[in-house]
């Protein structure tokens, strides 16, 4: 599809930006889904002049990821590129991977014995302060350099994420990155065993398994991160950029590492911000507006709250982004695209396969369909269901960028 729509993209001039509330949808907690419960009344009136719809992140019943769901949204098949979560967290943090290196997304985590086993009592340790995870990266960093002949680097990512490198001999496959996550998924269940899921994996998942009984020992005295979770074994991925497909100037405008580094992945530039917020990122945007033709404007919060199970919260940071949603129409951008990569519905604390609304904003948009941005009203939007691998062609045709097909 991004050859297809490389082939007509043509040179005219247009200002996009791509709104990515993470986890934003939500399935109804008793009568109302979070995004019905919040008040927008600057979404609301935008909505009414925008065309609407719902996009499904990977396939139909498929519970994405947010490396997976970002790609989609960026117009990749997330079915021809599954990229690991560990490069992308790596890339978000300036940390330089080449091809003998392997990534991993770390979560400092709550663990206690059980029954001679460990139980995981907290995925995210707390949500620790970032400032504790740089002193828990530093004890790592100075007890754990080597496991034979693979070097080992930590850096710390916010709260409780991190990244591990591994470094390795020779040059790493991806059938070597082939590792089961460690992660549980869920509180009251012992860490998962980094198995090899394949045999050209078994000598890395050997050297992970010695890494984490060297972090269990290091960690073993400390309160709350007394262990770590991996996630996203991965190393750096072939991919085509939006430079080369499309010939545009992107930008990327976010706040977390991961997302930071997805973005450069597909060669959006990441904008510095001043101030690590909602006003920082608008800021930036104004900054750079003459300077890219594309912006992606991530939003992290709306995803950590579903996560946690904070209905309440949720709904405040949706309301949140309502609030700072007119600076942003101040830049009169040819096209404006709010979506979700995902639905993290509080209900459920976790990601979810269920449809994610969709707005886009042009001249050229079908309006009058939908009167709020919730599930619900979205649905009855000229878009209908859709693969968000198809969004990025919406945009561009919207904008005008995309010449006629065929004879």
Request: a positive charge; proline letters at 4%.
């Amino acid at each position: 599809m991004h050859l297809l729509r490389s082939s007509l993209k043509n040179s005219n001039k247009s200002k996009n930006i791509l709104i990515v509330l993470d986890g934003v949808g939500g399935i109804p907690n008793k009568y109302k889904t979070e995004l019905d419960f919040a008040k927008t009344p600057n979404l609301n009136k935008l909505i009414k002049k925008s065309e609407t719809g719902c996009h499904i992140p990977i396939k139909e019943g498929i519970t994405p990821g947010s490396g997976s769901a970002h790609l989609a949204l960026f117009g990749y098949d997330p079915l021809d590129f599954n990229i690991g979560r560990g490069v992308l967290e790596a890339l978000g943090l300036d940390i330089d991977i080449g091809p003998k290196d392997l990534a991993i997304r770390g979560n400092f985590a709550s663990v206690k014995k059980e029954n001679k086993k460990l139980i995981v009592t907290d995925r995210r340790a707390g949500r620790i302060k970032t400032e504790e995870n740089n002193r828990i990266i530093k004890k790592l960093s100075q007890n754990i350099q080597t496991i034979g002949k693979y070097k080992i680097f930590f850096k710390s990512g916010l709260e409780h994420r991190f990244v591990c490198k591994i470094s390795c001999p020779t040059k790493v496959s991806k059938d070597e990155c082939d590792i089961q996550d460690t992660d549980p998924q869920v509180i009251g269940y012992s860490p998962l065993d980094p198995i090899n899921l394949n045999k050209k994996s078994l000598k890395t998942s050997i050297v992970v398994r010695k890494l984490l009984d060297k972090i269990r020992a290091v960690l073993n005295n400390e309160k709350n991160a007394n262990f770590a979770l991996f996630r996203g074994f991965s190393s750096y991925p072939s991919i085509p950029t939006f430079d080369t497909l499309y010939k545009i100037r992107s930008a990327s405008v976010t706040t977390y590492p991961m997302y930071k580094g997805i973005g450069r992945l597909v060669g959006m530039e990441p904008l510095s911000l001043k101030t690590n917020n909602l006003q920082g990122q608008i800021e930036a945007i104004k900054a750079n507006i003459d300077n890219y033709d594309f912006f992606y404007l991530h939003i992290k919060k709306t995803d950590s709250f579903g996560e946690d199970g904070n209905f309440k919260d949720k709904v405040k940071e949706i309301e949140k982004f309502d609030k700072f949603l007119p600076q942003l129409l101040e830049f009169n951008f040819n096209v404006i695209a709010i979506t979700g990569d995902h639905s993290t519905p509080s209900r459920m604390k976790s990601h979810s396969w269920h449809p994610v609304p969709v707005l886009i904003r042009s001249d050229n948009s079908f309006s009058g369909l939908s009167k709020r941005f919730t599930e619900s009203e979205c649905l009855n939007g000229s878009l209908g269901i859709f693969e968000a691998k198809h969004l990025l062609t919406y945009i561009f045709a919207h904008a005008g960028n995309l010449d006629k097909f065929g004879a």
